[in-house]
């Protein structure tokens, strides 16, 4: 089992960044997917960016070219570096972790994954 927390979440302006961390404890986090999701007031999670026990990452449309999903496998950390923030990226962020053997069609996928952070907001003012 694994435990997630994360961090980094804030209040930016459009344009600004942020880099949210995962930190996990528990098992080695290296055996897992990480997925990032997230979850905006009235909407339903969406999928934002995950990165494989083999290093492959995943964007969704929305966010490519702006988010970067990267992991330290010697701190146990993922990250999500977040470049020209909009708006409607503003949700509450969450990290995710799958022991299964994700694939294109279900990396993003949230019952693929087992175990789930607390989240962490970040609002995006215009």
């Known amino acids: 089992q694994v435990q997630l927390v994360e961090s980094g979440g804030g209040l930016v302006q459009a344009g600004g960044s942020l880099r949210l961390s995962c930190a996990a404890s528990g098992r080695t986090f290296s055996m897992y997917d990480v997925g990032w999701f997230r979850q905006a007031p009235g909407k339903e999670r969406e999928f934002v960016a995950a990165i494989t026990k083999t290093g492959g990452r995943t964007y969704a449309d929305s966010v490519k070219g702006r988010f970067t999903i990267s992991r330290d496998s010697a701190k146990n950390t993922v990250y999500l570096q977040m470049n020209s923030l909009k708006p409607e990226d503003t949700a509450v962020y969450y990290c995710?972790?799958?022991?299964?053997?994700?694939?294109?069609?279900?990396?993003?996928?949230?019952?693929?994954?087992?175990?789930w952070g607390q989240g962490t907001q970040v609002t995006v003012s215009s």
């Open positions: 995710a972790a799958s022991p299964l053997v994700l694939t294109p069609r279900t990396i993003g996928t949230p019952d693929r994954y087992h175990y």
